[in-house]
């Protein structure tokens, strides 16, 4: 059953997270992103309580802006991102067989035609 009520159902409603795969309560979704709500909380809880005003009434309208608008990325980019990261930290790392650092290989001057 819908509730329209502001107030939300913090720990004793838990919902199926689409990101973790797990149940998790509004509490957690409240701060999921380093104290910041997830910016999925709306889609996520609005068939449980009327989330979006109990945001509205919580953030600045700044901060709703800044949490809200930015659709979530497609969980292909955010895998993208993080291959493409753990490459750049991987090559930063980079240790020749001798324990020490390496500069990546130097290209070739092209020919001269
Ligand atoms: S709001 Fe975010 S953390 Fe909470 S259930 Fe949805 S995706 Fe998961």
Redo the contacts with the bound molecule.
């Keep these: 059953m819908t509730d329209s009520s502001s107030v939300p159902p913090y720990d004793e409603k838990q ?6 795969g797990g149940q ?1 309560n509004f509490a ?2 409240r701060v ?1 992103k380093g104290g910041q709500a ?4 709306i ?3 609005t068939e449980h309580f009327d989330v979006e005003s109990y945001f509205r009434k919580a953030l600045s309208p700044n901060d709703f802006e800044s949490c809200f608008s930015r659709p979530p990325q497609p969980k292909l980019v955010t895998l993208v991102e993080l291959i493409e990261r753990a490459q750049r930290i991987a090559a930063k790392a980079a240790i020749s067989p001798l324990g020490k650092h390496t500069e990546p290989p130097a290209i070739p001057p092209e020919d001269e035609a």
């Design positions: 919902i199926r997270c689409p990101k973790l998790v957690y979704c999921e997830c910016p999925r909380a889609a996520c809880w």
